[in-house]
T-cell receptor, first 115, second 112 residues
Framework: KAGVTQTPRYLIKTRGQQVTLSCSPISGHRSVSWYQQTPGQGLQFLFEYFSETQRNKGNFPGRFSGRQFSNSRSEMNVSTLELGDSALYLC??????????????FGPGTRLLVL | GENVEQHPSTLSVQEGDSAVIKCTYS??????FPWYKQELGKRPQLIID?????GEKKDQRIAVTLNKTAKHFSLHITETQPEDSAVYFC???????????FGAGTTVTVRA
C-alpha cells in the first residue's frame, strides 16, 4: 500500500497570506490527524477528522482550520500567516477502531516557511 | 490535558551499548503509548507501542516497559548501531481522545 502523502512538500509564503495543505491517507484509513512540528514546541496536535467530522482540536487559534472529504483526504488551512507559523506540518492516518487508539502513520510533511 | 515529559533530551552512546529513554505522563486515563523514530529530514515512524494492559513488549533489539502506577514508560535499545541515530519521541493517548500527546524528543547519537 502507498503511504500517507502530503502536498506540497515545501512552501514559502509571506505574512498575512493564507495557505492550504493537502493530505491523502493510506488506502482504507479513515481517520486523519494533523500535527505541527517546530524545534521549540515539538510535535503539537492540531486536529483530527473522521467521516468528515472534526472529533478533536488542539490548542491553536481559529486561523488554523481543516476539513475532510468523503474519500478521507484532508486539507488544512492557515489564514493570515504569522512568522511563528513556520513549521513542518505533519499529517497522520489510521484505521478507525472504536477507541481511537489505532497506530498513526505519518506522511512526509509540508515544510512551511513564512517570511 | 495530557502532559508528557521525556528524558534525556540528548543521548550519546558507544556502538554496541544500550540506550534508555524515559517518559512520564500526567493523565492516569492514558492507555496507549507509542514510540516514534524520526531520522533527519524524514517522517516519524512507529517503532514500537504498548497498551496499558501490558507491562512490557519486545521487538528484536527494542523493548518498551510501562509502569502504570508511577505513570512512566521507557524505551530500551540494546546493541545499538549507527543506524539507530535519530530523534525518538514518546507519546500517550487515551480512549476517545483521538490524538497523541508527544514528549519533546530525545536525540540519540551512536558513536562508532
Amino acid at each position: 500500500k502507498a503511504g500517507v502523502t502530503q502536498t506540497p512538500r515545501y512552501l514559502i509564503k509571506t505574512r498575512g497570506q493564507q495557505v492550504t495543505l493537502s493530505c491523502s491517507p493510506i488506502s482504507g484509513h479513515r481517520s486523519v490527524s494533523w500535527y505541527q512540528q517546530t524545534p521549540g514546541q515539538g510535535l503539537q496536535f492540531l486536529f483530527e477528522y473522521f467521516s468528515e467530522t472534526q472529533r478533536n482540536k488542539g490548542n491553536f487559534p481559529g486561523r488554523f482550520s481543516g476539513r475532510q472529504f468523503s474519500n478521507s483526504r484532508s486539507e488544512m488551512n492557515v489564514s493570515t500567516l504569522e512568522l511563528g507559523d513556520s513549521a513542518l506540518y505533519l499529517c497522520a492516518s489510521s484505521l478507525v477502531p472504536s477507541d481511537g487508539q489505532e497506530t498513526q502513520y505519518f506522511g512526509p510533511g509540508t515544510r512551511l516557511l513564512v517570511l | 490535558g495530557e502532559n508528557v515529559e521525556q528524558h534525556p533530551s540528548t543521548l550519546s552512546v558507544q556502538e554496541g551499548d544500550s540506550a534508555v529513554i524515559k517518559c512520564t505522563y500526567s493523565d492516569s486515563a492514558s492507555n496507549y503509548f507509542p514510540w516514534y523514530k524520526q531520522e533527519l529530514g524524514k517522517r516519524p515512524q512507529l517503532i514500537i507501542d504498548i497498551r496499558s494492559n501490558v507491562g512490557e513488549k519486545k521487538d528484536q533489539r527494542i523493548a518498551v516497559t510501562l509502569n502504570k502506577t508511577a505513570k512512566h514508560f521507557s524505551l530500551h535499545i540494546t546493541e545499538t548501531q549507527p543506524e539507530d541515530s535519530a530523534v525518538y519521541f514518546c507519546a500517550a493517548s487515551k480512549r476517545g481522545d483521538y490524538k497523541l500527546s508527544f514528549g519533546a524528543g530525545t536525540t540519540v547519537t551512536v558513536r562508532a
